[in-house]
């Protein structure tokens, strides 16, 4: 059994910088793609990255550019840079691996952007 445990969220103002980070409690492995959900008040989740197991990367067109996601196999962990914070990025931010029919969740880690 895996379990993810997102940090690094907090409150910033407008074009400041954060960096999430996902630790797997069990060994993720270098064969899980994982990526980074978010989810405002009163609206869905929304996928915002992911990185694969051969470490390409793609991103919702709203973060292009200002986020970016990446791995480190050695230390189960999966980190969200996120720089030039916009209001509209205040949300809980999620992290999930999936591989074959396994799929994991954390349980979210809140970032607000507001002066």
């Known amino acids: 059994q895996v379990q993810l445990v997102e940090s690094g969220g907090d409150w910033v103002q407008p074009g400041g910088s954060l960096r999430l980070s996902c630790a797997a409690s069990g060994s993720i492995g270098s064969s899980y793609n994982m990526a980074w959900y978010r989810q405002s008040p009163g609206k869905q989740r929304e996928w915002v990255a992911t990185?694969?197991?051969?470490?390409?990367?793609s991103y919702v067109d709203s973060v292009k550019g200002r986020f970016t996601i990446s791995r480190d196999n050695a230390k189960n962990t999966v980190y969200l840079q996120m720089n030039s914070l916009k209001p509209e990025d205040t949300a809980v931010y999620y992290c999930?691996?999936?591989?074959?029919?396994?799929?994991?969740w954390g349980k979210g880690t809140l970032v607000t952007v507001s002066s």
């Open positions: 990185i694969s197991s051969r470490s390409s990367t």
């Open positions: 999930n691996g999936w591989y074959l029919s396994n799929n994991y």
